[in-house]
């Protein structure tokens, strides 16, 4: 795996000596939009847990089923993709428009890397948008011009937030954020979240591995119930056909056969889908 070539310009308000989340997920995923700062925090962590990769994988993929289900079962023809990360396999316009063809996505990431390669993630019909913003001012991403002018608010969307909450502290009020995004959108909306975890994981990762990631503006691994709150007021669906509904380890959920996907990787993480009523 290679990453952002040596002779190439550094994008504006890119800093290539600080170990950036989105740029470690790409390069865990085996993207290009890294650079070796971020190779090496990723290495530093897979050296304390083989898992890493999984991990990643195990996020990309219920990321992935969670936008397809929305889309397929529900009918969700419109999304904002908060968090969104840099440009992947399978990105999530890339998934719902198997679906439904002029689904329209709305990608948010306050990382300028992402705004540099947006050209990867926008397609030639004009139906996504790359919006940089912090998810944290919730007023600038949910007034956008380019938001608004995909996204309509009468009608019901799916709201993405995979493998972003974990880097808002709770001084900041997650919670509160989550509640204000499901609260714009319209009844028979989804969210779709991830959550990074320290239950159940060894004690070596969870002291070790958020120091590594400290370096990369911090993590905030959260208990189970902590992860739940986030969808307080909302309906949780099933993880599967036959479950209950609950928040679960995400390798499990939408999957064909969660026994077999319940992987090391997969206890990194709770989330769910939810429905706003």
Not at 17 to 37: E, K, M, Q, W
Not at 120 to 142: F, H, K, Q
Not at 228 to 248: D, H, K, M, S
């Amino acid at each position: 795996m290679s990453g952002v070539p040596e002779s190439a310009p550094v994008p504006p308000g890119v800093d290539p000596t600080t170990p950036s989340p989105a740029r470690i997920y790409d390069y865990v995923l085996g993207g290009t939009h890294n650079f070796p700062v971020d190779r090496e925090a990723a290495e530093r962590i897979r050296a304390q847990s083989p898992d890493l990769a999984d991990a990643a994988w195990v996020n990309r993929g219920f990321h992935q089923r969670a936008a397809r289900w929305m889309a397929a079962e529900q009918g969700i023809g419109q999304f904002i993709d908060i968090g969104s990360g840099l440009p992947t396999q399978s990105n999530t316009h890339g998934v719902v428009q198997k679906v439904i063809p002029r689904a329209r996505v709305a990608y948010v990431d306050n990382d300028p890397m992402v705004l540099a390669y947006a050209g990867e993630l926008l397609s030639d019909d004009g139906t996504t948008a790359v919006i940089n913003a912090d998810l944290r001012n919730v007023d600038a991403v949910l007034d956008d011009l380019a938001l608004r002018a995909l996204i309509d608010f009468e009608r019901p969307a799916g709201l993405l937030m995979t493998a972003v909450l974990h880097f808002v502290a709770d001084d900041a009020g997650p919670w509160g954020l989550v509640r204000r995004y499901a609260g714009a959108l319209a009844p028979g909306s989804y969210l779709a979240l991830s959550h990074v975890t320290y239950e159940g994981l060894p004690p070596r990762l969870v002291e070790e591995g958020v120091s590594v990631y400290t370096q990369a503006r911090g993590v905030h691994p959260r208990s189970r119930k902590q992860i739940e709150r986030f969808f307080a007021g909302l309906q949780v669906a099933p993880p599967y056909p036959g479950a209950e509904p609950a928040i679960t380890h995400i390798g499990v959920w939408g999957a064909d056969a969660p026994e077999l996907a319940d992987s090391d990787g997969s206890h990194w993480w709770f989330g769910g889908v939810a429905r706003r009523p």
